[in-house]
C-alpha cells in the first residue's frame, strides 16, 4: 500500500458503515446534570430556519447546521452565511464551514480548530 493509498483511504483498512453504532439520546440520563451551554443540531431549508440558530448561538449554544440542502453556491445559502458569520462575530463566536453539508457555529469561548483530529 503506498503512501497516496493511506492519504486518499483507499486501504482495506478503510471504515464501513458497519463499523459505526448509532446511538439513542433517550438511552442517557441526563436528569441532574446543569450544563451552562449544549451542543444543538439543526437543518437549514429555508432562511426562516435561521432565527432559531441565531436565537441558541445567541444563548450560548453550539450549532451544528446540516446544509445539504443548498449549494455552497447558492445565492440563498451566500446570504444564511453572511448572517450567519455577522451573529458569530457579534457574540465573539467562531464559524466554519465543515465540507459541503455542515457549518458549525460557536459562541464566545469556543474556538473552532481548522486541523482535523487523526490521520
Known amino acids: 500500500m503506498g503512501l497516496m493509498s493511506k492519504i486518499l483511504g483507499e486501504s482495506g483498512s478503510s471504515r464501513n458503515t458497519e463499523d459505526y453504532v448509532e446511538l439513542n439520546a433517550n438511552e442517557f440520563d441526563m436528569s441532574g446534570t446543569e450544563t451552562e451551554r449544549q451542543v444543538r443540531i439543526a437543518r437549514i431549508s429555508d432562511k426562516q430556519d435561521v432565527i432559531e440558530i441565531k436565537d441558541a448561538v445567541y444563548d450560548g449554544d453550539v450549532v451544528i447546521a446540516d446544509i445539504t440542502r443548498h449549494s455552497t453556491q447558492d445565492r440563498t445559502m451566500e446570504h444564511i452565511s453572511d448572517e450567519l458569520k455577522q451573529v458569530a462575530n457579534e457574540v465573539g463566536g467562531d464559524i466554519v464551514q465543515?465540507?459541503?453539508?455542515?457549518?458549525?457555529?460557536?459562541?464566545?469561548?469556543v474556538g473552532i480548530a481548522r486541523e482535523r483530529l487523526g490521520r
Open 98 to 109: 465543515k465540507d459541503d453539508d455542515q457549518l458549525i457555529i460557536t459562541p464566545a469561548g
